[in-house]
Structures are given as C-alpha cells and as structure tokens.
C-alpha cells in the first residue's frame, strides 16, 4: 500500500523556520514528480513547490520563491521543504503528492498528482 507521511509542522512565530519532510513507502518513488501543496481555512488548495523525479528541476509558487526550498533524498524516498522567513500567510496544513506521469506545465495543479499524504499543520503567529 503506497502511503505518503508528512511531518514537521508546527506553530512558529513570524520571521522563524520549519522543515516539513514527506516519508513514501510502498513503492519507489525515484522516477516520480513530488510536490508540496497546502490549504488555509476557507480556501482551495494551492501549489507551493515540486521537485523533479531526479531533483534536477524545481518549481515555486511567486509567494515562497526566495524563502521555501524543497529538496529530495531517493536512497531515504524522502522530500523536504525547508521554509525560511515565515508569514502568517503561510499558515495552512501542507500537504505532500506524488505522481509519475506529470505532464509539462502541470506540476502545480493539484490535479495532476494521484498520490496523497494526510496533511500536517503549519501555524505562523504574528
């Protein structure tokens, strides 16, 4: 059964950090695009970053361009977001996806994964 387990959220005051990691187990997910989305209250689902099945291509939202950075590690089938300089606007639950056959220019439309973790809740105090 393929599962995708984030973890790493949590609440943090503005300005500080938070390292979101996505553990995949029941398969390998070396030849997949993985992607970072999250959800605030009353809103729909947003792109936030994706990483290319070799990590060789990364992708950002313009909203966290400069600030999150996701990363891989296939030997752990792992994917992380680093986010630096936290916002209140950046208070959601993130959630981790993982899909084989993106097409180009799809990445960032939730859409296009198939495979989803559970969410784990991020929290920026002002």
């Known amino acids: 059964q393929v599962q995708l387990v984030e973890s790493g959220g949590g609440l943090v005051q503005a300005g500080g950090s938070l390292r979101l990691s996505c553990a995949a187990s029941?398969?390998?997910?070396?030849?997949?695009?993985m992607g970072w989305f999250r959800q605030a209250p009353g809103k729909e689902r947003e792109f936030v970053a994706a990483?290319?099945?070799?990590?060789?291509?990364?992708y950002y939202a313009d909203s966290v361009k400069g600030r999150f950075t996701i990363s891989r590690d296939p030997a752990k089938n792992t994917v992380c977001l680093q986010m630096n300089s936290l916002k209140p606007e950046d208070t959601a639950v993130y959630y981790c996806?993982?899909?084989?056959?993106?097409?180009?220019?799809?990445?960032?439309?939730?859409?296009?994964?198939?495979?989803w973790g559970q969410g784990t809740r991020v929290t920026v105090s002002s």
């Open positions: 996806a993982a899909e084989s056959g993106i097409l180009p220019g799809s990445y960032d439309y939730p859409a296009s994964y198939y495979y």
């Open positions: 029941g398969r390998t997910f070396s030849s997949y695009t």
């Open positions: 990483i290319s099945w070799n990590g060789g291509r990364t």
